[in-house]
């Protein structure tokens, strides 16, 4: 099955690239996945407002900061096993990972599967959907269950 749907100049092969090398970076080297996101990035956590923290984040110079804490909080997180669904909109994609890594703060496991909405602009992410179980979130960063 052909996958490089033609739009634009687009091919959806260089969406699904994107998203990986996003994801692969987004943990393992935070100023190469800035580089890919676009100067007016928006990420989205719908439920994100459960766990006291932010739905949107915009902006690099925000995203920065709120990843850099994140990361803090969870050294040594991947994700893990990501795959990419390209849409028939050659900007959008969905991708599914995972990730498992100890919260540092409180010693539990984070447990966690993702599934993503991507969107791409002048090749970078411009805006990002991230929808996981906020349960698993809260189980694992609350300070109140240890």
Request: glycine share 4%.
């Given at each position: 099955?052909?996958?490089?749907?033609?739009?634009?100049?687009?091919?959806?092969?260089?969406?699904?690239?994107?998203?990986?090398?996003?994801?692969?970076?987004a943990?393992?080297?935070?100023?190469e996945?800035?580089n890919?996101?676009?100067?007016?990035?928006?990420?989205?956590?719908?439920?994100?407002?459960?766990?006291?923290?932010?739905?949107?984040?915009?902006?690099?110079?925000?995203?920065?900061?709120?990843?850099?804490?994140?990361?803090?909080?969870?050294?040594?997180?991947?994700?893990n096993?990501?795959?990419?669904?390209?849409?028939?909109?050659?900007?959008?994609?969905?991708?599914?990972?995972?990730?498992?890594?100890?919260?540092?703060?409180?010693?539990?496991?984070?447990?966690?599967?993702y599934?993503?909405?991507?969107?791409?602009?002048?090749?970078?992410?411009?805006e990002?959907y991230?929808?996981?179980?906020?349960v698993?979130?809260?189980?694992?960063?609350?300070?109140?269950?240890?």
């Open positions: 099955m052909e996958t490089e749907i033609e739009d634009n100049g687009t091919r959806t092969a260089d969406i699904s690239s994107l998203v990986l090398k996003f994801l692969d970076t943990t393992r080297d935070p100023a996945w800035l890919l996101l676009h100067d007016d990035a928006v990420l989205v956590f719908p439920y994100a407002e459960s766990a006291g923290l932010p739905v949107v984040v915009a902006g690099k110079d925000v995203i920065k900061k709120a990843t850099a804490s994140f990361l803090q909080m969870v050294p040594g997180i991947r994700f096993n990501p795959v990419v669904y390209p849409t028939l909109d050659p900007h959008k994609a969905f991708a599914t990972y995972e990730a498992c890594v100890t919260v540092a703060a409180t010693g539990r496991e984070y447990e966690q599967n599934i993503t909405m991507f969107t791409e602009q002048a090749g970078k992410i411009i990002m991230e929808y996981y179980d906020p698993k979130l809260n189980a694992a960063f609350s300070e109140s269950q240890k």
